[in-house]
């Protein structure tokens, strides 16, 4: 058991998930912090750098509506 050893580089910096250290190490920036995770934005996204804090031209899901079928009616 290792609980509460999570180090705060292990938290999404947009939304404030948890996100694994792998996830952090292979998607994250050269410090390993994750500026986007699963949560707040999409694979494709995350796959093009998003959560490496790189500007993507794919839509961010958080402002492109319509996709995820949010209705805020
Ligand atoms: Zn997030």
């Known amino acids: 058991m290792s609980l509460g050893v999570e180090t705060p580089d292990s938290r999404c910096l947009h939304c404030g998930a948890h996100v694994s250290p792998a996830f952090a190490r292979v998607h994250g920036d050269n410090q390993d912090r994750a500026h986007r995770c699963t949560r707040c934005d999409s694979h494709i996204r995350i796959a093009k750098g998003s959560a490496a804090g790189l500007a993507v031209t794919v839509p961010d899901p958080e402002i492109a509506?319509?996709?995820?079928?949010?209705?805020?009616?």
Do not use: A, I, T
């Not at 509506?65 to 009616?73: A, I, M, V, Y």
């Open 65 to 73: 509506e319509g996709r995820h079928g949010g209705d805020s009616s």
